[in-house]
């Protein structure tokens, strides 16, 4: 696979529809969970809002559409991504937005930051190993390599991301007491 593919080819259309799709799974999976961005994990996402995001995605996927492996990544991350958002979205619609919020947070003021921050980092750890062991045995094959490199980066967002959203909260339960 060669390092880009020229703009507008068939592989050109192929990452820019699996960016698309790929992002888009990530845009309805937020959308279930927090149509208000709420609960959005990401600050710079929740900062441009829906029209913004829209914008710099649709971006990103002209862009990336040209760059097979960060395509590969972003399709990757963009898909495990979603997962967890489907994972838990039901209940935080069902829920609303507001009392979601508060329930979690009654669950972590009631919960020692140490079990949690131990099992988050631990569910980071378990994919990062998964991504690393297909780095290691992907041959430095674009695809494979491309994944593995995906999943580590789902890892790292998802523990970044969860304890700033924890971080929240807890400055928030703090400031409140």
């Not at 140490?114 to 290691?136: E, M, S, T």
């Not at 998802?158 to 909260?169: D, G, H, K, P, Q």
Request: aromatic letters at 14%; glycine letters at 6%.
């Amino acid at each position: 696979m060669e390092p880009f593919v020229p703009f507008a080819s068939r592989s050109y259309f192929l990452f820019v529809a699996l960016l698309v799709l790929s992002r888009g799974l990530d845009f309805l999976s937020t959308w279930i969970a927090t149509p208000n961005l709420e609960l959005e994990a990401n600050p710079i996402a929740r900062k441009l809002g829906w029209r913004g995001s829209i914008l710099v995605n649709a971006l990103v996927c002209t862009v990336f559409g040209m760059w097979p492996l960060p395509a590969i990544v972003i399709i990757t991350a963009s898909v495990l991504v979603a997962a967890r958002n489907f994972q838990s979205a039901w209940l935080m619609r069902s829920m609303g937005e507001p009392f979601y919020r508060a329930w979690l947070s009654e669950r972590l003021a009631e919960s020692k930051p140490g079990l949690f921050i131990f099992c988050l980092v631990a569910q980071g750890l378990l994919f990062a190993a998964l991504g690393a062991a297909l780095i290691h045995f992907s041959d430095w094959k674009p695809v494979p390599f491309g994944i593995g490199t995906g999943v580590i980066a789902y890892a790292v967002l998802v523990v970044m991301f969860s304890l700033m959203a924890v971080w929240r909260v807890w400055r928030k339960s703090n400031s409140d007491s």
